[in-house]
């Protein structure tokens, strides 16, 4: 299993348009789209592989500092 960094899955609802993109992208099944918006289903699978934060086309979801 990959070493958790510093980093945590971050979501923006108000720039999130629902496109899935993220969700598509997703190798590990984290996301989901939830009443129109992009959803955290899974955090504790993600991999931080930053593929959802790097095809999202508005920015709203990404890869940020722990909250401690």
């Known amino acids: 299993m990959p070493k958790k960094t510093l980093k945590q899955l971050q979501v923006n609802k108000e720039w999130c348009k ?3 993109i ?3 992208f997703c190798p590990r099944d984290v996301l989901s789209i939830k009443d129109g918006k992009v959803n ?3 955090i ?3 991999i ?3 593929q ?3 095809r999202c086309p508005d920015y709203a ?3 940020g500092g722990k909250n401690k």
């Open 61 to 63: 979801i990404y890869l």
């Open 52 to 54: 959802c934060e790097l």
């Open 48 to 50: 931080e592989c930053g």
């Open 22 to 24: 993220c969700v598509a």
């Open 18 to 20: 629902g496109c899935g």
């Open 40 to 42: 955290i289903e899974d």
């Open 44 to 46: 504790d699978s993600c």
